[in-house]
């Protein structure tokens, strides 16, 4: 099993930053990829980042040059950089983990709010 806690998530104005960090703990494979997904009101959770474990980003077109992901393998964590932010960025972000092995299973945190106010 693998658990994940994510923390900073608020509200801010337009323009504004904040730091999205998530720890993940329990039995996590080398291989894992750990990323950041969204979910607005009445909508599917979206991808917005993630990393693999050897560096290697992806980010979604929306928050392109806006976010930025990383981890840290050696204390488990992931963070969100988000920069510029906008009244549409609002959402609850989820940390996933993405276990690859010979049955890749995803985990999510529990969300945290982020709103952005105009």
């Known amino acids: 099993q693998v658990q994940l806690v994510e923390s900073g998530g608020g509200a801010v104005l337009a323009g504004e930053s904040l730091r999205l960090s998530c720890v993940v703990s329990g039995n996590i494979l080398k291989s894992t990829v750990l990323g950041w997904f969204r979910q607005f009101p009445g909508k599917q959770r979206e991808f917005v980042a993630r990393q693999d474990s050897g560096g290697g980003t992806m980010t979604a077109d929306p928050v392109k040059g806006r976010f930025t992901i990383s981890r840290d393998n050696a204390r488990n964590t992931v963070h969100l950089q988000m920069n510029g932010l906008k009244p549409e960025d609002s959402a609850v972000y989820y940390c996933?983990?993405?276990?690859?092995?010979?049955?890749?299973?995803?985990?999510w945190g529990q969300g945290t709010q982020v709103t952005v106010s105009s």
């Open positions: 996933n983990a993405l276990q690859l092995d010979s049955d890749p299973t995803n985990y």
